[in-house]
């Protein structure tokens, strides 16, 4: 099971060449990441003030392969991995059946007031391993 969203290109988000600049494919890569989290009962804004952990990104790694244009719907797949203190999100972006891009996003769970790595709560870990089953 994933989360997938449609995120339709609009002509902000290209380029002089009309085709969609990268950094906002990257905003749109975020805000699925958003957007799923709020689906799964998880805003990110309310994981530091609600459950005293955040979920900053540490690293991510796409491959953009097909251009995208405005007016271009992309749907945006995202498949979760918890491991003990991380979250790992893949990503596959289709368009009309081809994959115009493909990555991940790891993120690690850190307390509120330090700085290195704690266990993903285990409610959320439930919550995010009941989309990735």
């Known amino acids: 099971m994933s989360f997938t969203r449609t995120w339709t290109v609009r002509f902000s988000d290209t380029d002089p060449f009309g085709i969609a600049h ?3 494919m990257i ?3 975020h805000e699925t ?3 799923f989290m709020e689906s799964i009962g998880w805003p990110f804004w309310e994981l530091t003030d609600e459950h ?3 979920l900053p990104l540490v ?3 796409f491959d953009f392969t097909v251009q995208v244009e405005a007016g271009d719907d992309v ?3 995202l498949t979760p991995t918890v491991g003990e203190s991380s979250v790992q999100l893949e990503y596959r972006a289709t368009h009309d059946g081809t994959v115009v ?3 991940t996003e790891h993120r690690v769970c850190v307390p509120v007031d330090g700085d290195g790595g704690v266990p993903v709560p285990d409610e959320l870990r439930t919550a995010l391993d009941a ?3």
């Open 22 to 24: 990268y950094p906002r």
């Open 27 to 29: 905003d749109a890569i």
């Open 33 to 35: 990441s958003d957007m």
């Open 52 to 54: 005293g952990v955040g």
């Open 59 to 61: 690293s991510m790694d």
């Open 75 to 77: 749907e945006i797949e």
């Open 101 to 103: 891009f493909s990555g």
């Open 131 to 133: 989309v990735a089953d």
